[in-house]
């Protein structure tokens, strides 16, 4: 999600209607297609770099009639003007981000380290114009005797602010200084993403013996000899560090040997030297944006990006992170000794390893309830998953999805669908694009095209949403079956996409909630992934047309929450590293990023079975920008959807539509328009608490399942 965000940043100030230009350039065309989806098949790699040139030419020339007007400021001529502004830009920018994530090419990797400082530099000159922060000031000051509505009045503060953060305030010299930061920054960031893809691309585990493929699934096999096959390897089979691939590998090799390669593979990207290596550049990354923060008069850099999230300030999610990473450790504890005995089984008289930690806790979870997740695959079909997603968006919102044909496509391997409300009215398009392929980066995301806007005569132009995923890649002639956990990232995706289609606010500087708000409607939707009302609905046997046997729901529900110890500790683990590195007032010389990595966790008894989710050096999230000091935003939205799903719990029916109808309007609708932590009061009645986090990870609230 990194780069849309950066866009998004970039061009903070837009929404008026594109107007065409009579350059050929299908980027800066108004787009003439079904619903304004972009003319993907007319899109060629060498049009982004000069779109990119003349979309911010356009946007200084819209600027500059702003900072230039010698009429007095005010609300309209300013901070509206301001706020309707570089719409081309974000045109362009929306389109090249997502497909240089979904689907990029080596042009395009080019592109993306040509215009990554170059966006930066263009933002520094817009935010740092005396003339346009004097006008900003201005209206600021006067706001309170203009007459503003709510919404107005929060868009005037809001663009102060992001003025004043942006440098506006600091004399020449600074200013200076911050804009080579930031120049500096973007371009980190970029190297270190691209490094990320290719270290993830470039390993390979061929096997060439069918003994060596002894406990694996026979649809990952399958996907295996596919992969070979069309590398060129008949006969063999070929695994990635895709997470379709490697995941599944570690938790059901029975190679240990096998199982060891893959997982030094997978925690070793980027720091063992080479062209790709990250930790370098991670090391310089982090002492550019210390700098960057002290700059604006901040300790660290974690303070800097805090200030405007629910957080606020670095202790507040120290001290979350810290109520939760004891019990997870018990908890882990007792995983361990699980997996030891597991491991005694076979004759493992030493200490299990991090390769060991995924295979034997999926044997301890079959011995202590009887349950394989395997078992559920055959009635987690991809088309019947979807079918309950959209039953549940039905239930809850009344909205309808319905595929749509002859629309431009961002991939062919990509759908589209219609998304529109209980009404009838349109309230956006959503494309799906499930598989891997080398041109894409890992994890799930979801993104847009287009953002939901209003022209100046108040007419809606609906968002263009995107839900990218790397599922496991069926065999030829097979259906797609997913796992436990991709069923619930699709639910969660589907989450943001919500978001995305029911946000409506006026002004586009209003329409980002904080990072750490912006899980929640994603998180709470996977409740209802599992459900029983749920599963009645879409999961059947993909061959037989039976609905999954309610032994084997109770089975899962029996077992879910075993192995929680370990994944809470493997994420506390990544959020604690990413604050680690954001919250250092100093860098010392020849800071070795690796070393500070182990210190870091070492020092709070992480177990060496427990990787951390994400290392330094392939910790997109944070190194390569979005979620920077802000990791810990799963967890902080996860003590907020615990307890908001309790509401509808309380109700006894998990589709009230009363319930549904204040999520959608407190949470879903509001955007940036309110503070964050009141609209979930209006939705709730009271604040969040904890308990109800703890008892859905670990069973109770001291965090032990007994």
Same mark, same amino acid.
């Given at each position: 999600?990194?780069?849309?965000?950066?866009?998004?940043?970039?061009?903070?100030?837009?929404?008026?209607?594109?107007?065409?230009?009579?350059?050929?350039?299908?980027?800066?065309?108004?787009?003439?297609?079904?619903?304004?989806?972009?003319?993907?098949?007319?899109?060629?790699?060498?049009?982004?770099? /000069?779109?990119?040139?003349?979309?911010?030419?356009?946007?200084?020339?819209?600027?500059?009639?702003?900072?230039?007007?010698?009429?007095? /400021?005010?609300?309209?001529?300013?901070?509206?003007?301001?706020?309707?502004?570089?719409?081309?830009?974000?045109?362009?920018?929306?389109?090249?981000?997502?497909?240089?994530?979904?689907?990029?090419?080596?042009?395009?990797?080019?592109?993306?380290?040509?215009?990554?400082?170059?966006?930066?530099?263009?933002?520094?000159?817009?935010?740092?114009?005396?003339?346009?922060?004097?006008?900003?000031?201005?209206?600021?000051?006067?706001?309170?005797?203009?007459? =503003?509505?709510?919404?107005?009045?929060?868009? &005037?503060?809001?663009?102060?602010?992001?003025?004043?953060?942006?440098?506006?305030?600091?004399?020449?010299?600074?200013?200076?200084?911050?804009?080579?930061?930031?120049?500096?920054?973007?371009?980190?960031?970029?190297?270190?993403?691209?490094?990320?893809?290719?270290?993830?691309?470039?390993?390979?585990?061929?096997?060439?013996?069918?003994?060596?493929?002894?406990?694996? /699934?026979?649809?990952?096999?399958?996907?295996?000899?596919?992969?070979?096959?069309?590398?060129?390897?008949?006969?063999?089979?070929?695994?990635?560090?895709?997470?379709?691939?490697?995941?599944?590998?570690?938790?059901?090799?029975?190679?240990?040997?096998?199982?060891?390669?893959?997982?030094?593979?997978?925690?070793?990207?980027?720091?063992?030297?080479?062209? @790709?290596?990250?930790?370098?550049?991670?090391?310089?990354?982090?002492?550019?944006?210390?700098?960057?923060?002290?700059?604006?008069?901040?300790?660290?850099?974690?303070?800097?990006?805090?200030?405007?999230?629910?957080?606020?300030?670095?202790?507040?999610?120290?001290?979350?992170?810290?109520? &939760?990473?004891?019990?997870?450790? @018990?908890?882990?504890?007792?995983?361990?000794?699980?997996?030891?005995?597991?491991?005694?089984?076979?004759?493992?008289?030493?200490?299990?390893?991090?390769?060991?930690?995924?295979?034997?806790?999926?044997?301890?979870?079959?011995?202590?309830?009887?349950?394989?997740?395997?078992?559920?695959?055959?009635?987690?079909?991809?088309?019947?998953?979807?079918?309950?997603?959209?039953?549940?968006?039905?239930?809850?919102?009344?909205?309808?999805?319905?595929?749509?044909?002859?629309?431009?496509?961002?991939?062919?391997?990509?759908?589209?669908?219609?998304?529109?409300?209980?009404?009838?009215?349109? =309230?956006?398009?959503?494309?799906?694009?499930?598989?891997?392929?080398?041109?894409?980066?890992?994890?799930?995301?979801?993104?847009?095209?287009?953002?939901?806007?209003?022209?100046?005569?108040?007419?809606?132009?609906?968002?263009?949403?995107?839900?990218?995923?790397?599922?496991?890649?069926?065999?030829?002639?097979? /259906?797609?079956?997913?796992?436990?956990?991709?069923?619930?990232?699709?639910?969660?995706?589907?989450?943001?996409?919500?978001?995305?289609?029911?946000?409506?606010?006026?002004?586009?500087?209003?329409?980002?909630?904080?990072?750490?708000?912006?899980?929640?409607?994603?998180?709470?939707?996977?409740?209802?992934?599992?459900?029983?009302? &749920?599963?009645?609905?879409?999961?059947?046997?993909?061959?037989?047309?039976?609905?999954?046997?309610?032994?084997?729901?109770?089975?899962?529900?029996?077992?879910?929450?075993?192995?929680?110890?370990?994944?809470?500790?493997?994420?506390?683990?990544?959020?604690?590293?990413?604050? @680690?590195?954001?919250?250092?007032?100093?860098?010392?010389?020849?800071?070795?990023?690796?070393?500070?990595?182990?210190?870091?966790?070492?020092?709070?008894? =992480?177990?060496?079975?427990?990787?951390?989710?994400?290392?330094?050096?392939?910790?997109?999230?944070?190194?390569?920008?979005?979620?920077?000091?802000?990791?810990?935003?799963?967890?902080?939205?996860?003590?907020?959807?615990?307890?908001?799903?309790?509401?509808?719990?309380?109700?006894?029916?998990?589709?009230?539509?009363?319930?549904?109808?204040?999520?959608?309007?407190?949470?879903?609708?509001?955007?940036?328009?309110?503070?964050?932590?009141?609209?979930?009061?209006?939705?709730?009645?009271?604040?969040?608490?904890?308990?109800? =986090?703890?008892?859905?990870?670990?069973?109770?609230?001291?965090?032990?399942?007994?």
């Amino acid at each position: 999600m990194n780069k849309t965000f950066l866009a998004a940043a970039v061009a903070t100030m837009m929404a008026c209607a594109c107007k065409p230009t009579a350059d050929s350039n299908p980027l800066l065309q108004t787009f003439d297609t079904p619903y304004g989806i972009p003319p993907f098949s007319q899109i060629e790699d060498s049009h982004y770099l /000069p779109a990119f040139q003349k979309a911010m030419e356009a946007h200084k020339a819209e600027i500059e009639a702003i900072a230039s007007c010698a009429d007095a /400021p005010t609300f309209d001529n300013t901070i509206l003007a301001l706020d309707r502004s570089g719409q081309l830009l974000t045109q362009v920018a929306s389109v090249f981000y997502a497909q240089n994530a979904a689907s990029t090419t080596p042009a395009m990797q080019e592109v993306d380290a040509k215009v990554s400082p170059m966006l930066a530099t263009h933002s520094d000159e817009i935010m740092m114009d005396q003339r346009l922060w004097e006008r900003v000031k201005t209206v600021y000051e006067q706001r309170k005797g203009n007459h =503003l509505d709510a919404q107005q009045q929060k868009l &005037v503060e809001e663009t102060y602010k992001q003025f004043v953060r942006s440098g506006a305030s600091l004399d020449k010299e600074d200013q200076e200084r911050l804009k080579e930061l930031n120049n500096e920054i973007a371009s980190l960031e970029t190297a270190f993403s691209q490094h990320m893809l290719a270290e993830t691309n470039a390993y390979r585990l061929v096997v060439s013996h069918k003994d060596s493929l002894a406990g694996l /699934p026979a649809d990952l096999v399958a996907s295996a000899a596919e992969a070979a096959s069309e590398a060129g390897m008949e006969g063999k089979w070929m695994f990635t560090l895709h997470n379709p691939s490697v995941m599944p590998f570690l938790q059901y090799s029975a190679c240990r040997d096998l199982r060891r390669a893959m997982f030094e593979a997978y925690t070793q990207r980027g720091c063992h030297g080479g062209a @790709d290596d990250n930790r370098q550049v991670v090391a310089r990354l982090v002492e550019a944006r210390l700098q960057k923060a002290r700059l604006m008069g901040y300790p660290d850099y974690a303070s800097l990006a805090l200030e405007r999230r629910m957080a606020k300030e670095p202790q507040a999610v120290y001290d979350l992170l810290d109520q &939760v990473w004891k019990p997870a450790l @018990d908890v882990a504890a007792q995983e361990l000794d699980d997996i030891r005995q597991e491991a005694r089984k076979d004759g493992l008289a030493e200490e299990p390893e991090g390769w060991d930690w995924r295979y034997y806790a999926d044997r301890a979870k079959q011995a202590k309830y009887s349950f394989d997740e395997n078992q559920l695959r055959p009635y987690l079909q991809l088309d019947n998953v979807r079918k309950g997603l959209f039953y549940c968006a039905n239930h809850l919102y009344g909205i309808q999805l319905t595929p749509i044909q002859d629309v431009p496509l961002p991939h062919p391997d990509a759908q589209a669908f219609e998304c529109t409300d209980a009404d009838g009215r349109l =309230l956006g398009v959503l494309f799906m694009d499930f598989f891997p392929r080398a041109s894409k980066r890992g994890g799930a995301w979801c993104t847009s095209y287009r953002d939901l806007r209003y022209t100046d005569e108040g007419e809606r132009i609906v968002p263009i949403i995107s839900i990218v995923c790397n599922f496991t890649k069926p065999a030829a002639g097979e /259906p797609a079956l997913l796992n436990v956990d991709e069923t619930r990232t699709m639910f969660h995706e589907f989450g943001h996409a919500l978001h995305g289609f029911f946000t409506d606010v006026r002004y586009k500087g209003l329409s980002d909630v904080p990072r750490d708000f912006v899980e929640l409607p994603s998180q709470i939707n996977e409740h209802w992934a599992f459900a029983p009302e &749920v599963l009645k609905v879409y999961a059947t046997h993909y061959k037989t047309g039976e609905l999954l046997p309610q032994e084997l729901v109770e089975q899962m529900e029996r077992s879910q929450r075993y192995g929680q110890g370990f994944a809470t500790v493997e994420y506390l683990a990544a959020s604690y590293l990413d604050m @680690d590195f954001h919250t250092l007032t100093q860098i010392p010389d020849s800071f070795d990023v690796m070393q500070f990595e182990q210190t870091t966790l070492q020092d709070r008894g =992480l177990p060496r079975q427990i990787p951390s989710r994400y290392r330094t050096t392939y910790f997109n999230h944070t190194m390569g920008g979005g979620y920077t000091a802000g990791y810990y935003s799963y967890l902080w939205a996860e003590v907020l959807e615990s307890d908001g799903f309790e509401a509808f719990r309380e109700t006894g029916d998990i589709f009230s539509p009363t319930v549904a109808q204040r999520f959608r309007q407190y949470v879903l609708t509001p955007g940036g328009t309110r503070d964050a932590m009141d609209m979930y009061v209006s939705f709730r009645g009271h604040k969040p608490g904890i308990d109800p =986090l703890l008892r859905g990870r670990f069973g109770n609230g001291d965090g032990i399942d007994k």
